[in-house]
């Protein structure tokens, strides 16, 4: 059996040396999913399960010549943006998404690190929202990032509603804002709001700490069925579904906040 039409699926985001999140949590996600998966690096990171010990941006004319060996052989199907770190890079790679006309663009807007280190400068917040989202279908935020990208404090559903309005005349179509920091305490709520759309996600929220790369993984997987050929809701869906699974058998590895498990979707559905 050839492979010939599969579907290739790029991840733009920085490098996690321990493995659970960034571009080694993205390329895990979209080989379990069945599309072929591609990355350029935005940044290595020295990072293990108890933090971040180092962060090193490549210059962006490094990851501009990543985009441009892909874009001139291996057009992808859809691609997401993981850690982009500052506005030269976010800039550098709006400009080879415009010229290579990338559609089905996921943003996953990576500000902060679980133990609190930055991936993105905050003067590169703006270049985000005006260079970058409007050329996206979906943006993921977790909620810090939504109060950050919308400049409002999320409290309330309504608020939530009133963060995705403001998110969604940036000019991206969809956004997604995860429920993983929210306070339900049986749930895990994510929402994604469209112009004409507000689909609830809802799942048991797990009791653990083993949740490093949960938001890479997500948007991960988004990417990877829109690869596919998925409408945008039924990519969350399965997005929802496989980090769930990931986070309820998790792998028990690493001192701090462990890895989820890559491989438990794929055992959930044989
Ligand atoms: N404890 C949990 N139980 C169940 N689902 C969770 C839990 N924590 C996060 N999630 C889910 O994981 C996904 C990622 O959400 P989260 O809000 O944690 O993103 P994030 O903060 O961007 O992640 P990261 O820490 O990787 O940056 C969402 O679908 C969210 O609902
Ligand atoms: C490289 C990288 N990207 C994203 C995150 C967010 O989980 C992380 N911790 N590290």
Request: hydrophobic share 45%; net charge negative; proline share 4%.
């Amino acid at each position: 059996m050839g492979y010939g039409n599969v579907a290739k699926v790029l991840t733009i985001a920085g490098s996690d040396s321990g493995g659970g999140a960034g571009i080694q949590a993205d390329l895990k996600t979209f080989q379990e999913l069945g599309v072929y998966g591609m990355s350029a690096i935005t940044a290595v990171t020295a990072q293990n399960t108890t933090g971040v010990h180092g962060v090193y941006p490549l210059p962006p004319e490094a990851v501009a010549q990543q985009l441009r060996a892909i874009g001139d052989d291996l057009e992808p199907q859809a691609l997401k943006t993981g850690m982009l770190f500052s506005s030269d890079i976010i800039e550098t790679v709006a400009a080879q998404v415009r010229a290579y006309g990338w559609r089905r663009l996921v943003v996953d807007p990576v500000m902060i690190a679980k133990g609190g280190a930055s991936l993105l400068r905050e003067e590169a917040v703006a270049a985000l929202c005006r260079s970058l989202l409007p050329l996206a279908e979906v943006v993921t935020p977790n909620l810090p990032e939504a109060e950050t990208l919308s400049g409002l404090t999320i409290r309330t559903y309504a608020d939530r509603l009133e963060a995705a309005e403001r998110i969604l005349a940036y000019g991206v179509k969809y956004v997604v804002i995860k429920g993983g920091h929210g306070e339900e305490l049986d749930t895990s709520v994510d929402v994604l709001y469209g112009a004409d759309t507000v689909v609830e996600y809802a799942a048991p929220r797990v009791a653990t700490k083993q949740t490093h790369g949960t938001g890479c993984t997500f948007a991960a997987a988004i990417a990877a069925e829109l690869g596919k050929g998925a409408s945008v809701r039924d990519a969350v869906s399965v997005a929802k579904s496989f980090v769930q699974a990931a986070i309820e058998h998790p792998l028990g590895i690493g001192s701090g906040h462990g890895p989820t498990n890559h491989w438990a979707y794929r055992e959930s559905v044989r």
